[in-house]
């Protein structure tokens, strides 16, 4: 007897519920849950006030999750760039305040740092074929370790370049359109954000990411670099995780050698929601920056909520877990 098959046919809703806009329909609709269910639960969520803190926290985060975004649709996994963030913090530390060097070169210096450090987790993975979980472990506890022998884990403050923190906490646009204090932290995502997205759209490497989280022994065949493509991915993830050092270093003017412990989880915890895929093929921007919302909407409402730190990790593991069954249904479906 042969079993018949029920694949959905194209234009139907079991393929619609299949598809990356469903779940990205699906994630935004959950955050406007999640705002709606804590403004109703504290008059203090949907204060003006914390909803710019909310959007100062995504800032890091969601930098973080565009990094990951990129590495996760070529098929790999970054598991340091929570690290490589407070490392490249630190070493904008060392150039600005222990060298004194100004800010217009300490921070691409700092920027430069990630780009390296992210072009030889490449290096690992490509060339020497570590599997990547693997190297960017490896990589998380060179960053780990690095961070605390180079400022004696000590922080290392700003207090001599006043001008520093306005990179993350100060207001173009507040100072442009007075009642609008959007911080320049929310500006510099979307910027990144919008930036990462035109080189997945539009350009070659873009569109190799993309095929080698399909195919890539098929692209190999093809005749395409695949070692040297790969590096560029991981090495413009690092330069990217510079930026978030930058962010969360100008946020609390000092590079903390441990601040960015957990963040690598909640950066994956938002590419996830998203509706970006483990395996690789398949991602956006768009949906990454809904999913580094949901997470802060998430941890603020539950700080507000009083929820004790422990249960808000527990929450988050939960939303983690949710998110990747739901990738795992959408995959079995499209």
């Known amino acids: 007897m042969t079993e018949a098959r029920t694949e959905p046919l194209p234009g ?9 806009v469903y779940h990205r329909l699906l994630a ?7 705002f709606i269910g804590f403004s109703i639960a504290s008059s203090n969520f949907y204060q003006t006030a914390n909803i710019i803190n909310i959007l100062q926290a995504t ?3 969601g930098v973080l999750a565009v990094a990951a975004t990129l590495v996760i649709i070529s098929g790999g996994i970054d598991l340091s760039v929570g690290t490589l963030m407070t490392f490249c913090s630190v070493m904008a530390g060392v150039f600005i305040t222990n060298w004194g060097l100004p800010i217009w070169i300490g921070v691409p210096g700092a920027l430069l740092v990630g780009l ?3 072009a030889v987790s490449g290096v690992f993975i490509a060339k020497l074929k570590i599997p990547p979980f693997i190297a960017t472990l490896g990589m998380m506890l060179i960053y780990k370790g690095l961070s605390l022998a180079i400022c004696g884990a000590k922080p290392i403050y700003f207090t001599g370049t ?3 923190i306005k990179i993350s906490t100060g207001s173009v646009i507040g100072a442009v359109i007075p009642g609008v204090p959007i911080p320049n932290g929310v500006v510099i995502l979307f910027a990144v954000a919008g930036l990462a997205a035109f080189i997945l759209a539009r350009t070659a490497l ?14 190999r065949l093809s005749g395409v670099n695949i070692d040297g493509w790969k590096i560029a991915i991981y090495a413009l993830a690092g330069c990217v995780c510079g930026v978030a050092g930058i962010l969360i270093a100008s946020r609390i003017n000092s590079a903390q050698p441990s601040i960015g412990q957990g963040y690598e989880l909640d950066a994956i915890a938002a590419v996830v929601i998203g509706g970006t895929s483990l395996s690789g093929g398949r991602g956006t ?16 409402g539950l700080r507000i909520l009083s929820v004790p730190q422990e249960w808000q990790i527990v929450v988050t593991g939960s939303i983690i877990i949710v998110a990747v069954y739901a990738d795992i249904l959408r995959r079995r479906r499209a």
């Open 285 to 300: 921007m768009l949906g990454t920056m809904i999913g580094a919302l949901i997470i802060s909407v998430v941890a603020n």
């Open 206 to 219: 873009g569109r190799f990411t993309f095929a080698m989280g399909s195919n890539e022994e098929a692209l």
């Open 162 to 164: 006043p001008d520093f």
């Open 12 to 20: 139907t809703s079991a393929n619609f519920r299949g598809s990356p």
């Open 116 to 118: 390296a450090s992210g």
């Open 59 to 61: 800032s890091v985060n």
């Open 28 to 34: 935004f609709s959950g955050l406007i849950v999640l």
